[in-house]
């Protein structure tokens, strides 16, 4: 499937050309690691804020590749050239949103056990934690992706895209920190898990399509 | 998989108008093309060359009219714009090698147009570390990749030498003689010879079929 | 001009009403407040400090309204390529970003007797914060693009992704406030006489009035605009010939 072959060579071209994972990771180790300087190293303070602090982080390394993520092809002539081959745009849109998970979500999932540990989670809070990640790093690609579509050919792109994809990202934020809180105060976060995966279901369906629309409208324009 | 007959897979054209933006680019547009003919497209800047060009390639739909391609569906246009869709930070082989998958094309396809635009030497450069005639006839590179039946060049002479310039000629004049159709806009005359040509600047755009005098 | 055709019949509409939202808007505004200042007592808990709720409660209701019509406006613009649509969403979006500021402020001000502070993260006010967010994305995404059709467009799309978005935005605050239960007290607490509702929905219809009456002096402007744009570009392409 040409998806595949696509996806090979987006990965290929952000790695060679960004560094994007790297990039990625490093910008979430060191922002995390500036909480214990700036709250304090207080044990008990750390591992109650970590959660949010992960996620917090989560969710602002998403946007940090976004402003990117579609224009370069755009302006290098690359989306032309697959729609005049006859690539679907919902092809193309896909592949933006895979290659940024694989990019952003995926080295903030690897490196989440790690800081984790550093603020001073539990074992199984860091469990729930991942878990967590794993529903809702997937709809932070779509819906990130889906506002780097807006912001196509915009002016001020770099503080439209935040303001725009921050906010209809925060019920990840609260049903992803909270399944960890949940589980720290033995409650069970299978509901905040449940909200999680539907919310990601809603944003399957909807995003591609209008990603598609937009990159089709920027094309056009 | 059956052979497509070339004679099934000429353009035709018919009554093509595109608006952009509320401004009428062109109105009613008719032209048709065989295999192994070639449309130069002529006119100033802003007379719509590339638009139609975006057109045809199934880029840009048009406001009403319609283009008649058999073989649409089978990947066999290539349209090379302004935008040459390289990837700099790739070396010429990965770039070449991702058309092929693009295409379906195997090696023989990227060993001959390898050899047809003489870039073997460049194989494992890096696209940025080459020169703009260079990074060019790379992007022409993919003309050759995989069976085409259209190939539609928006300004292909632009950051040319005139050696580049005979090659692509050379290129192109081989091709037309398989019985592939060729659109170039261009506001330069082209060396080819016996070509149609279609002038945008004129309203209504009218085409003749001048002779290369 | 097919374009205008609608906006045509629409300015007319709007121009018969404009006199009457006029009249409505002062009468409602004058009964209202006297209601809610004078006629109408203190909170029994409260006190005087309830009747901020006559500002407040309606200047909610209005910016979700607002933020309706621009989902809506939008809606029809984009299925339909209803021009009025995409001026209605337009207009609905400085009006509806000043109802939710004021819905904050006016939260803070009575907050401030209520909780003791001025921001408590409430779940409504949190809720009202991320719309704000949203009428501002809305309207700096729309004016970011040098083709204006296309900036409508994309506003557009942007503005139906924050409707879908919105219940669930609520939801997840609401969900977030029990979870973390921040303060004892909570606005559910008043219960609403007769004589607060009264004056509650004089306000309402005064909001209301006021949000029509600036609505349609935006939509006249924008249509002042495209005339004026049309009107150049039609001599300069004269001038041209």
Known sequence: MFLFELLKNEIKISSLNRGDSLFVAIFFLVTISLFPLGVGPDTITLSRIAPGIIWIMALLTSIVSLDRLLSDDLDDGTTEMLVSSNIDYTIIALTKIITHWLTTGLPVILMAPLLGLALQMQGSSIGTLIISLFCGTPTLSLIGTFGSALTLNAKHRGILIPLLVLPLNIPILIFGSSCVTLDNINFDPNGSFLVMIGILLIAITLCPLAISILLKMSIEK | ?213 | MHFMANPNIFSKIMEALIPWVIVIFVFSGTLGLIFALFISPPDYQQGDSVRIMYVHVPSAWMALFSYLMIALGSLSFLIWRHPVGSLIAKASAPVGAIFTILCLVTGMIWGKPMWGTYWVWDARLTSMLILLFLFIGYMLIGNAFENQNHGNKVASIFALAGSINLPIIKFSVDWWNTLHQPSIFSMKGISVSNEMLTPLFLMAICFQSYYLLILFMNIKKQIAIIKINNHIILSISKKEK
């Open chain 2, 1 to 213: 998989m059956s052979i497509q007959q070339p004679s099934v897979s000429k353009l035709i054209v018919s009554n093509l108008s595109t608006s952009r933006g509320g401004k009428m680019i062109f109105d009613k547009l008719s032209f048709s093309l065989a295999p192994g003919e070639i449309l130069l497209v002529k006119g100033e800047n802003g007379s719509g060359k590339s638009t139609l060009l975006s057109n045809l390639a199934n880029i840009l739909p048009p406001t009403s009219g319609k283009i008649c391609l058999e073989t649409r569906k089978t990947q066999k246009v290539r349209y090379i714009g302004h935008k040459l869709a390289i990837k700099t930070t790739l070396t010429v082989r990965q770039n070449l090698s991702f058309w092929c998958k693009l295409y379906n094309a195997n090696n023989k396809f990227f060993e001959k147009s390898v050899k047809d635009f003489s870039l073997s030497h460049f194989l494992d450069f890096q696209i940025n570390k080459l020169s703009a005639g260079l990074i060019k006839r790379v992007s022409l590179a993919r003309l050759l990749i995989g069976e085409s039946l259209l190939w539609i060049l928006d300004e292909p002479y632009i950051n040319m030498d005139k050696k580049n310039i005979e090659l692509l000629n050379k290129v192109i004049e081989i091709n037309l003689n398989k019985g592939i159709m060729v659109v170039i806009a261009s506001h330069q005359p082209i060396q080819i010879d016996s070509h149609k040509s279609l002038d945008l600047a004129f309203s209504p755009p009218y085409l003749s079929n001048s002779q290369e005098d």
